[in-house]
């Protein structure tokens, strides 16, 4: 058991909440590296030994996730609205999926967290030290795995995926290139970058995610192991 | 950045803001402002707290379901608030205009510290705030406040109330509980954001008059603010 700390100051009412069982587990890195794949995996491992599980990340939230659609349909949105809208989608996460599940003794499996809202907030101007304030209501990961990929490995794996490059994920809204290719290329470069900066700054566990993918599956094993058997 | 955090650039415009809890007399006093400076010739926006269209139904939906948590509740109104600075208020203070706020981010600062956030976090949350000419604060007595809302609106709303943070399970009671935690919140920031208090017992006119007043002191002399707004530019 321990008990949960966060980033920046918590509101009183989560200040007090004492000792929890549960444990969260980041798996953070860029779009296409295979975080879904490797977390549906971890989740069949981690119930098979007996643990429950709640899968959890960017997904839109109840609260917000229809108004950040709405508001982005619209050509209005300004970028520190977007940034907030995001933070409040997220803070709906925490405080209705990610808290009450650690108070349950659940292993939380966050697929992208506060790290990956801070890159491309970043990358899309945001001063980087206020951006990590507004995420301070973020409980500390017990880990937060990294998978690390080069820009030109991740395009190859991009192009060979079913998906390709899309709007989003290659920072069209940032025009940093010709066509999504150079975009593409560009703006995962720059969240990369962001990544790179702060690794160490959260204690990211890298894992080298340029291997097959079961190699990959056994280091992720190993670390969350080491995190569970503090328990 | 300036020392409040709040962000001090130099623009052309004027920004005046009123504060105070419910059935202070605010609105009543920003609407006559607004009123004279327009028939003064100056070119005015007002911009009202919790009114982005982009944020609005998220904010009801939310409110309506009792889905927000202090966190949440504070980072929404943000959002709001973040809206209305990138499209109503720090455009029109580019363009040298008269921007009036009901409420500002001190509304945030009390309400949402009331509900037990962090005072330090949510003041590093609206960082991006441009800075107001004159923060003016109407200080008035809970009981009058209570007096005055209580005749007005019998119907508490669940967050209006702070039912959400369970100080009673008593709506009307829950809500003076509130008031109370609010003015006190209020009441601090007075020295820390330099607050122009105003006296709001005092009749309707005599404040008018006093904010008028104030109000003058900070337009340029002469030249109206949207011709001080082009000459600055050219000098620029």
Known sequence: ?231 | MSLNGLSDQNYPGRLFCVEGIDGSGKSTQIALLHEWLKSEGYAVKFSEWNSSPLVKNTTSRGKKKHLLTPTTFSLIHATDFADRTEHEIIPYLKAGAVVLCDRYCYTAFARDVARGVSPRWVRQLYRFAAMPTVAFYFRVPLEVALDRIVMGRPDLKFYEAGLDIGLSGDPMESFKLFQARIVAEYEKMTGEFNFTVMDATRTIEDQQRQMRNIVKKHMPRRSRLHSAAKTESKSA
């Open chain 1, 1 to 231: 058991m321990n008990r949960l700390r966060f980033y920046g100051d918590a509101p009183v009412s989560l200040e007090n909440i004492g000792e929890i069982r549960g444990k969260l587990i980041v798996v953070e890195g860029p779009d296409g590296v295979g975080r879904s794949t490797q977390i549906a995996e971890l989740r069949r491992w981690l119930e098979s030994r007996g643990s429950a599980v709640i899968e959890t990340g960017f997904t839109r939230s109840d609260l917000a996730g229809k108004g950040i659609k709405q508001a982005k349909q619209g050509h209005t949105l300004g970028s520190i609205t977007l940034f907030l809208y995001y933070a409040t989608d997220f803070a709906d996460i925490v405080d209705g999926h990610i808290i009450p599940g650690l108070r349950s003794g659940y292993i939380i499996l966050a697929d992208r967290y506060i790290y990956s809202a801070i890159a491309r907030a970043v990358v899309r101007g945001a001063d980087p030290q206020w951006i990590r304030e507004v995420y301070g209501f973020a409980p500390i990961p017990d880990k937060v795995l990294y998978l690390k990929i080069g820009v030109n490995e991740l395009i190859e794996r991009t192009i060979n995926s079913s998906k390709g490059f899309n709007y989003w994920e290659s920072g069209m809204d940032l025009r940093l290139g010709a066509d999504m290719f150079d975009s593409f290329k560009e703006y995962q470069a720059r969240v990369l970058r962001q990544f790179d900066s702060m690794k160490s700054e959260y204690g990211f566990q890298v894992i080298d995610a340029d291997r097959p993918a079961d190699e990959v599956a056994d280091d992720l094993r190993l670390a969350i192991d080491s995190v569970l058997s503090l328990a």
